[in-house]
């Protein structure tokens, strides 16, 4: 019986910050040894960060991750690590994973297939392996083999495959079965999204099974570099059975994920393999070998198991939660910003962002206690820092409401009593003479008076806008982090007022549609996270329909009749923008999804939503960064490019109009 303990390993790295991803790796290392782990699997670029975007062609980069990986390789002594890295080779970059055995560099293994689809762009800086190659790489007048290899270490056989490579469709796992490894090591930077775990685990599992081996998945953890997410998933499975999964989502540094292989044991069932068909010979050229010696281990069974909020009924809204949480949590700590400042209108998205910043101190609290927090945020001053989540949210949120004469009693109502009940710095200020003094201001310079009925817009627009210098000047006083609250549903019509409630240095919430945020606002209000707990006090929040709330209190403003409803809204984006439906396809598909609305209703809403979206990309360039966290984004830079100036789909609307009328 041949016993190997494995680790997959999250860690939380930020890119090119040497110090700190060197000494967490070390961190990870040695929390393995102390579980008794003698192969541990570091995710994909671990050294440098995933995200350090262009910078991956500095010369400096190169040489510090070499320094790094140089100052690294004492610490593997007596023990198996892969770990990530770039490596320049032949004139080109490569994403690498280097194995390293009892001391030493033992290889290089290249990526085949490079991730550049959705929010990625590897093809931009690095090159893809081809599969039919190996080579020799000079380090410090050192010779090491790099390409697709596979690396026998006391007769266990081991490869590779780096993240998107298990998810081509010729993916390397299948020429490694050939092989008869005994491992697949699959490092990765694999984003959040939701329902993305069930996916993984799949993978995971028909991998180890399909191919006959033991399948170890390795990934990174927490908001890296800004926008992205990880959610830290680390899973090994071994012929078809899932050994271990990791906690997700979590606030640590390192989670270190084990399972007791073994090797004999998958050999036996890979036999057993109708299907498996060893090539003899494929890879003997690309084999390298090592002296090193798997430590005799005893059984032990080691149970690691998924948090028990996974198996819940409301996992979206769980998930929802936990991602944007630790994506402010490390944002705050990151950019060493001295807390939060929302512009809390009364109404849903500024309720949902305040509601987020409290349950990240809620789930930090639970996981890292206060000492751990204290440490995370070590930059502050002590004072404050705490150990209760009421003293941090009152120390590093502070929420304000600002009035005009359009406000309504309702919604200061609102606002208050969510402060209140979170416990957040709440301040009220009245900004309607400001307002008024630049309504007086032009009004004398255009020579006549403005009014609702020809200048509707505008007067509009100078309210959203009278808000931003007094909430910039409040984030500025605290040294804190002013949170822009727009969502994904007005970021696709541009149903926010540029430079007012798009001030702000980071928009958590403009990833997630308006009809998901008002149905998990309401699940805060009643259920709340496991662990956390509900909010009540969202109760005069949820209780209103949206509204901008910009017109005289008389107009009876709401958005849906600004818009179209959400739910619809939402809708025709997904099928507009992520799927790429024609105005006729788009409206094919809506009278069968919505048959309730009227033709000539939904045909206009139609026309409303591709003339908004085509009017208003110049909005969505100018957002604040957000997070990622569907499988879809409106982020220009990362997800979602659409010209500025386009023709609008103008055609198009008048063909379906066309089509329409001749009915």
């Not at 399948?215 to 800004?226: A, I, M, P, T």
């Not at 078809?240 to 036996?268: C, I, K, N, W, Y």
């Not at 959400?566 to 788009?586: C, G, H, N, Q, T």
Request: charged letters at 25%; one cysteine or more.
């Amino acid at each position: 019986m041949k016993l190997i303990q494995i680790a997959a390993v999250a860690l939380n790295q930020t890119p090119l910050d040497w110090t700190g991803n060197t000494a967490r790796i070390k961190q990870a290392i040695e929390a393995a040894r102390k579980q008794g782990a003698t192969l541990i699997c570091l995710p994909e670029l671990c050294l440098t960060g995933y995200g350090c975007e262009d910078e991956f062609f500095s010369s400096e980069v190169q040489q510090r991750a070499l320094s790094a990986l140089e100052e690294l390789v004492p610490f593997t002594e007596g023990i198996v690590v892969t770990l990530g890295l770039p490596l320049l080779h032949g004139g080109a970059l490569y994403n690498c994973a280097c194995l390293l055995g009892d001391g030493q560099i033992l290889g290089f293994v290249a990526k085949n297939h490079l991730a550049g689809d959705g929010i990625h762009y590897e093809p931009r800086w690095f090159k893809a392996w081809d599969s039919r190659c190996v080579s020799e790489i000079n380090l410090q007048d050192l010779s090491y083999p790099i390409g697709n290899l596979v690396f026998e270490l006391d007769g266990v056989r081991i490869g590779f495959e780096i993240c998107e490579d298990a998810w081509a469709a010729r993916r390397p796992g299948r020429e490694l079965s050939q092989a008869a490894v005994d491992l697949i090591l699959n490092p990765s930077a694999s984003h959040f999204a939701f329902g993305k775990q069930e996916i993984r685990r799949r993978l995971v599992q028909e991998s180890s099974r399909a191919y006959g081996v033991t399948y170890v998945y390795s990934n990174l953890l927490g908001n890296e570099s800004g926008r992205i997410i990880y959610d830290g998933a680390a899973l090994i499975a071994s012929n078809g059975s899932l050994l271990a999964e990791g906690e997700r989502l979590s606030f640590q540094d390192v989670t270190v994920t084990s399972a007791m292989v073994d090797v004999d044991l998958t050999r036996m069932n890979r036999a057993r393999l109708v299907s498996f068909q060893p090539t003899p010979g494929v890879f003997q050229e690309n084999t390298v070998k090592s002296d090193f010696r798997f430590p005799e281990v005893p059984f032990r069974s080691i149970q690691t198991q998924p948090a028990d909020w996974e198996r819940s009924d409301a996992v979206k809204e769980e998930e929802f939660t936990r991602a944007v949480a630790l994506g402010l949590f490390d944002y705050l700590r990151k950019s060493h910003a001295r807390g939060f400042v929302i512009s809390l209108s009364g109404g849903a998205d500024s309720a949902a962002a305040a509601v987020l910043v409290w349950a990240m101190f809620k789930l930090g609290l639970t996981e890292l206690g206060g000492e751990g927090i204290s440490e995370k945020l070590s930059y502050l001053e002590e004072d404050q820092r705490g150990d209760t989540c009421s003293k941090l949210v009152n120390q590093l949120l502070t929420c304000v409401y600002q009035s005009t004469r359009n406000s309504s009693e309702t919604t200061a109502r609102a606002a208050a009593r969510l402060a209140g009940g979170i416990g957040a710095d709440f301040l009220n200020l009245n900004v309607d003479a400001i307002v008024q003094s630049y309504v007086d201001l032009v009004s004398q310079a255009m020579g006549r008076e403005l009014s609702w009925e020809t200048d509707d817009i505008p007067l509009q627009n100078i309210q959203a806008r009278s808000r931003a210098p007094g909430v910039w000047m409040i984030a500025n006083l605290r040294n804190a982090l002013l949170l822009s609250t727009s969502n994904r549903s007005e970021a696709a019509v541009g149903y926010t007022t540029m430079d007012g409630d798009t001030c702000g240095g980071l928009a958590p919430i403009s990833g997630i549609d308006k009809a998901f945020l008002r149905s998990w606002l309401e699940w805060m209000e009643q259920t709340g996270p496991l662990g956390v707990g509900k909010v009540a006090e969202l109760d005069l929040i949820n209780q209103q329909e949206p509204t901008a709330e910009l017109r005289p209190q008389a107009a009876a403003q709401k958005d849906e009749v600004d818009l179209m409803p959400y739910e619809l809204l939402d809708w025709v984006e997904r099928a507009a923008i992520r799927d790429k439906r024609s105005p006729l396809e788009v409206f094919q598909l809506a009278q069968i999804e919505f048959p309730a609305v009227e033709q000539f209703q939904l045909l206009e809403w139609i026309e409303r939503f591709f003339r908004l979206w085509s009017r208003n990309q110049w909005k969505r360039e100018r957002y604040a960064p957000s997070f990622h966290l569907d499988d879809e984004n409106l982020d220009p830079k990362t997800w979602c490019r659409f010209p500025i100036l386009s023709g609008g789909f103008e055609q198009e609307l008048a063909e379906l109009r066309r089509l329409l009328s001749s009915v």
